[in-house]
């Protein structure tokens, strides 16, 4: 625990930087490709320019296993390729926070915040 008391200012700066970053080049990609690339607005969970890179492509397979399972919805596919921890930790992280879009987005923060935490411990301490 003395470990995060030292370094807690970087592991957070590291997390923002990177998503800071992340969140500039999907902003910029969707401004500039907009034309050659149409989503449909299902596949859209937010409003917010700075939001939407966070919530396409893989999020609208994983928020239908969140809400209905690996069944889909009309219950003709059985959603198999997709590991189910991420789901099942959204899940539960949505009886906290009732929007899964926003839990999924904690859950995966809190994740990203974790592995940082372990390289960062892995790489100083090393001799």
């Not at 959204?90 to 995966?108: D, E, M, Q, R, T």
Request: aromatic share 14%; charged share 10%; glycine share 8%.
């Amino acid at each position: 625990m003395g470990f995060l008391k030292k370094y807690w200012l970087s592991l957070i700066l590291i997390l923002i930087c990177n998503r800071l970053i992340l969140d500039g080049i999907g902003v910029f990609s969707m401004e500039a490709f907009s034309p050659h690339f149409q989503k449909p607005p299902e596949h859209v969970f937010a409003k917010s320019l700075l939001l939407i890179p966070w919530g396409a492509w893989d999020t609208g397979a994983y928020m239908t296993i969140v809400k209905d399972g690996y069944m889909s919805p009309d219950g003709t596919t059985l959603q198999i390729g997709w590991f189910p921890l991420y789901p099942i930790a959204v899940k539960l992280v949505s009886f906290i926070i009732p929007n899964a879009y926003i839990a999924g987005l904690v859950v995966s923060n809190l994740c990203l915040l974790g592995t940082i935490f372990m390289l960062e411990h892995i790489t100083i301490e090393m001799p």
